[in-house]
Nanobody, 111 residues
Framework: QVQLVESGGGLVQPGGSLRLSCAAS????????MGWYRQAPGKQRELVAV???????NYADSVKGRFTISRDNAKKTIYLQMNSLKPEDTAVYYCNFMDYWGQGTQVTVSS
């Protein structure tokens, strides 16, 4: 069994920054591939960024240059640094590892 716990969401003004964290625990040997997804009201869940050991991260076009995904293998944790946030980034952000999902953390970008 695997547990994913996200943290770091909140309310931020346009142009602001937030850093999300996702800590994995349970029956995990290593976090080979993990990713961040988001789901806005009335929309489908979409990939934001994915990080895989030994490869460069991949990003959705809408966040390239603004978001950075990183990992700490020792802590089995991934991060999403979000800069220059826009109102359209408002969504529930989910952490993913294989078939497992976190509970989600709300990010709201509004003035």
């Amino acid at each position: 069994q695997v547990q994913l716990v996200e943290s770091g969401g909140g309310l931020v003004q346009p142009g602001g920054s937030l850093r999300l964290s996702c800590a994995a625990s349970g029956s995990i040997i290593s976090i080979y591939t993990m990713g961040w997804y988001r789901q806005a009201p009335g929309k489908q869940r979409e990939l934001v960024a994915v990080i895989k050991s030994g490869s460069r991260p991949n990003y959705a076009d809408s966040v390239k240059g603004r978001f950075t995904i990183s990992r700490d293998n020792a802590k089995k944790t991934i991060y999403l640094q979000m800069n220059s946030l826009k109102p359209e980034d408002t969504a529930v952000y989910y952490c993913n590892f294989m078939d497992y999902w976190g509970q989600g953390t709300q990010v709201t970008v509004s003035s």
